[in-house]
């Protein structure tokens, strides 16, 4: 069979070389970079060094398909440390503190780790039907905790502010928390990166696959015509048997105008995040022995994370680098290494209901749909999808 991929993250990208060891396999993407949410930088300090600001982390519990896939691509990952701190008007901890025995001494200490194990207590319930918000009000937490806890470590992991992050039903969210290991206090999973940035498991995805073409800087013109696809760009036409597509779902209605009215896709929202990439060391908790690998700061109206970077992927230097996302102050302009922007799935309600009538419509017309938006947002998410669409195409792979 002959079939287009139309957008080359972790879904487009696993789509592609998975279709591509039976069958002619193209690769559009409308950036001039492949690899989407995967994103690293070479950068010169004492050397060349490779940082990621995109998809940085996975563990060995959540990401089965993800790590079969880095194996069977060769792919040299190795651990990394997930500490977190919270920064507040009010408030400073890191998870760092919970290692050394003297914090037990400290009565405010303990009350805060009292509070979290009432929480990861209370969040093992199954429920459905109201929000996250909703049920953290029904639940009487303190509502210091609850901001200086559990809304910051949720909007850290889905890059989303905490306004937002209540929103979430709760269902999925106390499910994530649950499968992900973070309502215990030990025997977390452990997580890992890919050594020399996350992009080298696209350059093996590129030297191992059989993709046939890998179309860049364009979006395709994507027409139905009989029982072919037509995929039309500045440099040529080409008929497909299927078309899988691995945009963002909000991508979908303008790229398929030509065939149907797919305009409910937009009703899935996004937040789109300023990401910056820099050595600007007052981004990071005061206290530098509260420095962590992900470090949330809430203060006056600025709401953001930053990573560290030396630390999550294991960077040997004298310069500190980090990511911040969110909405911050101004950088010093000297220390910005490279501005970015990117969209985030926002998983509340109208979205789910969007999953769903998509589901609906996999397959119809050879037509198939595949992201990260299908699950939770994460790699894994990304990867299963984009799995499930090619054995809908062929079983036999
Ligand atoms: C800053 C950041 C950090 C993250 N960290 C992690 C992490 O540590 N671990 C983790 O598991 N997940 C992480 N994620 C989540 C990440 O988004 C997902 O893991 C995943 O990479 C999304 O993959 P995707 O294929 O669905 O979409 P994307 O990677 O966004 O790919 C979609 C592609 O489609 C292309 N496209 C759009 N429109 C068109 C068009 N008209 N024609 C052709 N191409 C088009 C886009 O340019 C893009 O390349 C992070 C995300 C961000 C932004």
């Known amino acids: 069979m002959k ?13 592609s070389y998975y279709l591509g060891k039976r069958h002619h396999v193209d690769l559009y993407e409308s950036d001039t970079r ?6 690293t930088h070479k950068i010169q300090l004492e050397e060349e060094i490779n940082v990621d600001s995109g998809f940085i982390v996975f563990n060995d519990l959540n990401y089965p398909n993800l790590i079969q896939f880095f194996n069977e691509l060769g792919v040299d990952t190795a651990d990394t440390d997930m500490s977190f701190s919270v920064s507040s008007k009010n408030n400073s901890w890191s998870s760092n503190e919970f290692k050394k025995l003297s914090t037990f001494l400290k009565p405010a200490k303990l009350i805060f780790l009292k509070n979290i194990i009432k929480f990861n207590h209370a969040a093992k319930q199954n429920i459905a039907g109201i929000s996250f918000r909703e049920w953290l009000e029904n639940k009487n937490l303190k509502k210091e905790f609850v901001n200086d806890y559990v809304l910051p470590m949720a909007a850290a992991i889905w890059s989303t502010p905490m306004d937002k992050i209540g929103e979430y039903p709760v269902e999925s969210m106390l499910a994530f928390l649950k499968n992900h290991g973070l309502l215990k206090l030990i025997k977390r999973p452990q997580w890992h990166f890919v050594k020399n940035g996350s992009a080298s498991y696209i350059d093996a995805i590129i030297e191992t696959s059989n993709i046939n073409n890998v179309f860049t800087g364009e979006s395709p013109i994507i027409n139905k015509s009989n029982q072919q696809w037509r995929l039309k760009t500045s440099n040529h036409e080409l008929d497909y048997d299927q ?4 945009t963002h779902i909000n991508d979908v209605p303008k790229l398929l105008a030509n065939y149907k009215d797919f305009s409910f896709m937009s009703d899935f929202s996004y937040n789109t995040n300023k990401t910056i990439l820099h050595t600007d060391e007052s981004f990071m908790p005061v206290r530098k022995k509260l420095w962590s690998s992900w470090n949330s700061f809430k203060y006056d109206d600025y709401e953001y994370v930053t990573y560290w970077m030396n630390n999550l992927q294991n960077i040997k230097s004298k310069t500190n680098l980090f990511v911040t996302i969110g909405n911050f102050p101004q950088i010093q302009t000297q220390k910005i290494i490279k501005v970015m922007q990117y969209e985030h799935p926002l998983f509340d309600f109208t979205s789910q209901e969007v999953k769903d009538k998509v589901s609906e419509l996999q397959g119809l017309d050879n037509l198939y749909f595949t992201g990260a938006y299908q699950g939770y947002g994460f790699h894994e998410d990304g990867l299963t999808s984009a799995l499930n669409v090619v054995r809908m195409i062929d079983h036999a792979i």
Do not use: P
């Open 243 to 246: 078309v899988v597509i691995a």
């Open 34 to 39: 492949i690899g989407g949410h995967t994103h």
């Open 3 to 15: 079939i287009a991929v139309v957008g080359s993250g972790i879904s487009g990208l696993g789509a």
